[in-house]
């Protein structure tokens, strides 16, 4: 079975081809991030109309790509939020047009679960085996998201945490503002991290102890207080903030996941969202985590990132279960995973 699967949530036209819920055939991804870089954030009316510009020729490149004609793909899935609703309405009404001229069913996906759901990814550089076992924990991270998730069954969650104020992603992006690192922050500052000392500052960590939310506003702020106090300006300096900040942020993720997964007793925790591209995080999760004998799933990092292949992924599962939506399906920007 091949679902061709459209993804415009934020600021990536993303389109793919993929068989059997696993196998990628195809997956575009066009980023709109230079057009972003210089607002220093997502513009959304900039975003929906690049959406526009390219979704066409995204999917044209994602059929081609995958040597597929429009009459061989068998349904069509579409992430119909959480997300910017202006760019949400280009990749759901461009699929409800290939599903009503095709006449094969449309699948609106949750974005949230699409994160998910790229841990069951067929791909010759993933760690991921290819079905993970249930119940396991999966820690959402990105740009918007910040949550510890049991995942329990298909299409069967439970939140068992969540930020209260910024996502960690988007801690990573205004601390890098605010140092004038440039944008997206996380990146630049996973690499300038890499030059600096992460115990140069005890930066605080936010609600450590307790249950499983998440504030990271608080450690943003604390890096504004040192570095005015400070004034670094120097390359040194800033590389050891940015390695001291990463160091916070990193160690509430990781304490707080795999507390879940004992709480939970899950033998598996599963990585998600753009964050997830974190290398601190990924050798961090995984040491703590061999320590208590747990498994660690992590996507590559084309997979962690905003992509139509995990919707494709996730809407295979709900056509498994015969959960199909109607071409009524609407874009909903603050769409909830349960
Ligand atoms: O999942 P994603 O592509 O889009 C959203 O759904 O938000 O995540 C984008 C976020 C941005 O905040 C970006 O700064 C962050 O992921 N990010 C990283 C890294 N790569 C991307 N954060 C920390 N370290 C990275 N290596
Ligand atoms: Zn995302």
């Given at each position: 079975m091949k679902i061709?699967?459209?993804?415009?949530?934020?600021?990536?036209?993303?389109?793919a081809v993929v068989k059997d819920g696993a196998e990628v055939l195809s997956n575009?991804?066009?980023?709109?991030?230079?057009?972003?870089?210089?607002?220093?954030?997502?513009?959304?009316?900039?975003?929906?109309?690049?959406?526009?510009?390219?979704?066409?020729?995204?999917?044209?490149?994602?059929?081609?790509?995958a040597?597929?004609?429009?009459?061989?793909?068998?349904?069509?899935?579409?992430?119909?939020?959480?997300?910017?609703?202006?760019?949400?309405?280009?990749?759901?009404?461009?699929?409800?047009?290939?599903?009503?001229?095709?006449?094969?069913?449309?699948?609106?996906?949750?974005?949230?679960?699409?994160?998910?759901?790229?841990?069951f990814i067929k791909t010759p550089?993933?760690?991921?085996?290819l079905?993970?076992?249930?119940?396991?924990?999966?820690?959402?991270?990105?740009?918007?998201?910040?949550?510890?998730?049991?995942?329990?069954?298909?299409?069967?969650?439970?939140?068992?945490?969540?930020?209260?104020?910024?996502?960690?992603?988007?801690?990573?992006?205004?601390?890098?503002?605010?140092?004038?690192?440039?944008?997206?922050?996380?990146?630049?500052?996973?690499?300038?991290?890499?030059?600096?000392?992460?115990?140069?500052?005890?930066?605080?960590?936010?609600?450590?102890?307790?249950?499983?939310?998440?504030?990271?506003?608080?450690?943003?702020?604390?890096?504004?207080?040192?570095?005015?106090?400070?004034?670094?300006?120097?390359?040194?300096?800033?590389?050891?903030?940015?390695?001291?900040?990463?160091?916070?942020?990193?160690?509430?993720?990781?304490?707080?996941?795999?507390?879940?997964?004992?709480?939970?007793?899950?033998?598996?925790?599963?990585?998600?969202?753009?964050?997830?591209?974190?290398?601190?995080?990924?050798?961090?999760?995984?040491?703590?985590?061999?320590?208590?004998?747990?498994?660690?799933?992590?996507?590559?990092?084309?997979?962690?990132?905003?992509?139509?292949a995990?919707?494709a992924c996730?809407?295979y599962?709900?056509?498994?279960?015969?959960?199909?939506?109607?071409?009524?399906?609407?874009?909903?920007?603050?769409?909830?995973?349960?």
């Amino acid at each position: 079975m091949k679902i061709l699967a459209i993804e415009t949530s934020c600021d990536e036209t993303s389109a793919a081809v993929v068989k059997d819920g696993a196998e990628v055939l195809s997956n575009i991804v066009a980023s709109q991030v230079e057009f972003h870089k210089k607002y220093g954030g997502i513009v959304p009316e900039i975003a929906s109309r690049k959406h526009i510009e390219v979704i066409n020729p995204i999917i044209q490149d994602a059929l081609d790509q995958a040597k597929t004609k429009l009459k061989d793909i068998d349904a069509v899935a579409v992430t119909y939020g959480p997300g910017l609703v202006g760019s949400l309405l280009v990749g759901i009404c461009a699929a409800k047009a290939i599903a009503y001229s095709q006449n094969i069913p449309l699948i609106g996906v949750n974005h949230l679960e699409a994160h998910i759901y790229s841990n069951f990814i067929k791909t010759p550089q993933s760690t991921s085996p290819l079905v993970p076992q249930f119940p396991f924990i999966c820690l959402i991270v990105s740009g918007g998201h910040t949550m510890i998730v049991l995942v329990k069954d298909h299409g069967k969650f439970q939140v068992l945490g969540r930020t209260r104020d910024d996502a960690a992603g988007e801690a990573f992006d205004k601390v890098a503002r605010f140092l004038k690192l440039g944008y997206p922050g996380g990146p630049i500052i996973d690499k300038l991290a890499r030059e600096g000392d992460p115990k140069a500052i005890r930066f605080t960590r936010p609600m450590l102890g307790q249950g499983y939310d998440f504030s990271f506003s608080g450690i943003k702020t604390a890096v504004v207080n040192y570095v005015s106090k400070q004034k670094a300006d120097s390359g040194k300096q800033t590389a050891d903030v940015g390695a001291s900040f990463q160091q916070a942020v990193v160690d509430v993720l990781v304490e707080k996941t795999v507390r879940a997964a004992q709480d939970f007793n899950c033998a598996t925790i599963a990585l998600a969202g753009g964050v997830s591209a974190n290398s601190l995080l990924r050798k961090d999760l995984e040491q703590k985590a061999k320590k208590e004998k747990m498994k660690v799933l992590i996507p590559p990092v084309w997979l962690c990132t905003d992509n139509a292949a995990m919707v494709a992924c996730a809407g295979y599962h709900h056509l498994q279960q015969g959960r199909i939506s109607d071409l009524c399906l609407r874009a909903v920007a603050s769409l909830r995973l349960v």
